[in-house]
């Protein structure tokens, strides 16, 4: 067989690419491929059961386009791009998402496009409801909130709010955070199917969720409408307004719609209610609009009937599935929250662990501490033994030097006493010679007075001695030697005879006198002898009562006892001193 014959046989295939919500895929389809031969590959692929909900769309000329389940692919108004590309997204909507979407894939690509036509405007949403939804979204994302993980500033690259409301409050991007993260904290223990499911639930109440709009006109020349194609009907807008429809159409009141090029006429079930008519400009947009029309009003039928066996497999096995996925989460929070148990308890283990480890390394050091301290005052107690031996030793010596220093107090006491007796006699004694020197002066007094009278009586005495002699002489003379010549020598020879002869002329009381002064004389010189012994003897105790204060003075300083109260030296012997000036003034 030749090449060319090869090649004619070998099938020719066509490159395509699907963009899923949160993937990319590329198939190399045959093509002979109807648009249901690439559908279900895609479905297979992802895992896709309900596949009514959704379709393959792709873009021609600014317009979406569904591709055509029973066409082939090639046949269609695809792109010619290669790979050509596809977006599966979902085609017609549940009225409610808790009881139509059974699968988790479903749910999650619904969750998805959802949340990315609320992010891009399609549906409208106010503040509050798009920050709920967002917390919905985080907790999808991330699962339960954990402070010591979640860290402010963990949503900056997420986009969890449309732009519409980021602009309509002046806040910054961290007071979005905090009010979504007040949120988030609250969906605690909330699996990631059960947070996307409680996200579509709030999301199938907003008026614009799964309604498709087109431009229309009810006549030719009159102004044009919006009209809304989703689950519940047919609905009329005006341009300026897509969340209140001024007529409804609910696929339970419509009876029959049929188009015949740009004119769409829809039927009442009543046939009292007048035929409703639009028109539409595009033949395509037309087509479209019949296609979503027999669609949703094929879904609103098939959810008033019994379920399919396939359905009702479907919804058996994600029963199961969610009940097994349930006692799963169960288990794995029982397990968490034992992990967290053990972990806190193996942390307060750690905890106490090192706090005992503190409590030993410090009860080590403090035992070292005390043993250190023992030592140390076993070694105090040892010194002060001994110092309390040695005290002992010196009180002993203290108690005797103090018996001692008693005695010698008692002593010094008596003999002050005495010293105090003699210097009183002392005293009296020097008052009596005081008396007495007065007395004796006064007596000296009258004696010299006397002594000088008889000086005189003496002198005249001795003058009428001489008188007489001179008279007398030469009679003597006469009769015994002749008288010598006069001289000086004879002169004094003279007046020697005379005094030799003088007593022989004294009175009585001359002799008498002069005896008396020599006696008294004699018993002065003795009496002043007696006390200059007195004086002397009471001098030597006075040095040796210095003397015994200053050794004692000594003691005390050595022995470490305080020294007796100071008494200057000039008070304790001014009286001895000055008696003593005056025993030897006198």
């Known amino acids: ?241 897509k969340l209140n429809p001024n007529k409804s159409f609910p696929w339970s009141g419509i009876r029959n719609i049929s188009y015949s090029e740009k004119e769409f006429t829809i039927k009442p079930l009543d046939k009292k209610k007048d035929v409703f008519k639009f028109y539409s400009s595009q033949l395509r947009v037309n087509k479209l609009i019949l296609e979503l029309c027999i669609g949703n009003h094929d879904l609103f039928m098939r959810r008033r009937k019994v379920d399919s066996i396939e359905v009702q497999q479907m919804k058996a096995q994600a029963k199961e599935e969610k009940a097994r996925k349930k006692m799963e989460r169960q288990i794995l929070a029982r397990e968490k929250q034992m992990r967290e148990e053990a972990e806190r308890a193996k942390e307060e283990m750690e905890r106490r662990l090192f706090q005992l480890q503190d409590e030993a390394r410090m009860a080590n050091e403090a035992l070292l501490r005390s043993e250190e301290t023992a030592d140390l005052l076993a070694e105090k107690a040892q010194i002060a033994e001994e110092e309390a031996k040695l005290l002992a030793h010196k009180a002993a010596e203290a108690e005797q030097e103090r018996q001692r220093l008693e005695v010698t107090a008692l002593k010094t006491k008596e003999e002050h006493r005495l010293m105090e007796q003699k210097m009183r006699e002392a005293e009296q004694l020097a008052v009596k010679l005081v008396e007495q020197s007065e007395r004796r002066t006064k007596e000296a007094d009258h004696l010299k007075q006397d002594l000088n009278e008889a000086k005189d009586a003496e002198r005249r005495a001795k003058q009428k001695l001489l008188e007489i002699t001179k008279t007398t002489y030469p009679l003597i003379a006469a009769y015994s030697n002749p008288p010598p010549p006069p001289g000086p020598d004879n002169v004094e020879m003279q007046l020697e005879m005379a005094s030799s002869h003088r007593l022989d002329f004294k009175d009585p009381d001359m002799k008498r006198l002069s005896m008396e002064i020599e006696r008294e004389r004699l018993e002065y010189m003795e009496k002043s002898k007696h006390l200059q012994d007195q004086l002397k003897e009471l001098k030597s105790e006075i040095e040796s009562l210095k003397l015994e204060e200053q050794q004692q003075a000594g003691i005390y300083n050595l022995r470490g006892y305080p020294e007796p109260p100071y008494i200057p030296h000039s008070n304790r012997n001014s009286a001895y001193m000055a008696q003593m000036a005056f025993f030897e003034e006198v």
């Open 1 to 241: 067989m030749s090449i060319l014959g090869l090649k004619k046989k070998q099938p020719k295939t066509f490159k395509v690419k699907v963009i899923t919500m949160d993937a990319e895929m590329e198939f190399s389809c045959e093509v002979k491929w109807k648009g249901k031969d690439l559908f279900d590959l895609v479905c297979r692929t992802i895992g896709l059961r309900e596949t009514w909900f959704f379709g393959l769309r792709y873009t021609v000329k600014d317009t979406h386009a569904w591709l055509k389940p029973d066409k082939r692919v090639l046949d269609q108004e695809v792109p010619k791009d290669s790979p050509i590309t596809f977006h599966f997204l979902a085609k017609f909507f549940p009225e409610k998402v808790e009881e139509e979407l059974v699968q988790e894939i479903t749910q999650h690509l619904f969750f998805l496009q959802v949340k990315k036509q609320i992010l891009d405007e399609e549906i409208f949403c106010s503040p509050e409801a798009s920050v709920l939804l967002a917390s919905y979204a985080v907790q999808a994302k991330y699962g339960d909130y954990d402070p010591n993980f979640h860290k402010p500033g963990f949503l900056a690259q997420d986009e969890l709010l449309p732009k519409r409301v980021l602009m309509q409050y002046q806040m910054t991007p961290e007071m979005w955070e905090e009010k979504i993260t007040a949120w988030y904290a609250e969906h605690r223990n909330i699996a990631r199917d059960e947070a996307e499911m409680e996200y579509l639930k709030i999301a199938q109440d907003l008026d614009m969720y799964g309604v498709s709009y087109f431009s229309i006109t009810q006549n030719k020349r009159d102004k044009e409408l919006l009209l809304g194609v989703d689950a519940q009907g047919l609905h009329i807008y005006s341009p300026n307004s």
